[in-house]
């Protein structure tokens, strides 16, 4: 397993409660991860309880919103992208099949012996 921060979050709560456990013991500065256990969920409960106090109805109208334009100004470059690659693609296509008639024909005359 990656040694990342949530990975090491996840093994301390899972092996916390388990005091005589050897990982404990084998485990790299486990107060440190306590003591920033126990910080991010004051951190997080506190975070929450902010955001739940001080958003109001009309914030959150606005806010959903202001994503919804987000999500239509997306969409509309989406589209304009998309228009612009098939007509790119559709352009390409074309000389592709000049440069095959092409080819096809002067492999045909070289057949004849035309040349």
Do not use: P, W
């Amino acid at each position: 397993m990656k040694c990342i921060q949530s990975n090491k979050i996840l093994m301390n709560i899972k092996y916390s409660s388990k005091e005589n456990s050897s990982i404990i013991k084998d485990a790299i500065d486990v107060d440190d991860d306590q003591k920033f256990l126990k910080y991010e969920l004051n951190y997080k409960n506190n975070i929450s309880k902010k955001n739940h106090e001080h958003i109001s109805e009309i914030d959150l109208e606005n806010e959903v919103y202001r994503l919804q334009n987000i999500l239509k100004k997306l969409n509309e470059d989406f589209t304009i992208k998309r228009k612009q690659l098939e007509d790119d693609c559709c352009e390409q296509l074309k000389k592709l099949n000049e440069n095959s008639d092409q080819t096809h024909r002067l492999q045909q005359d070289l057949e004849q012996g035309k040349y």
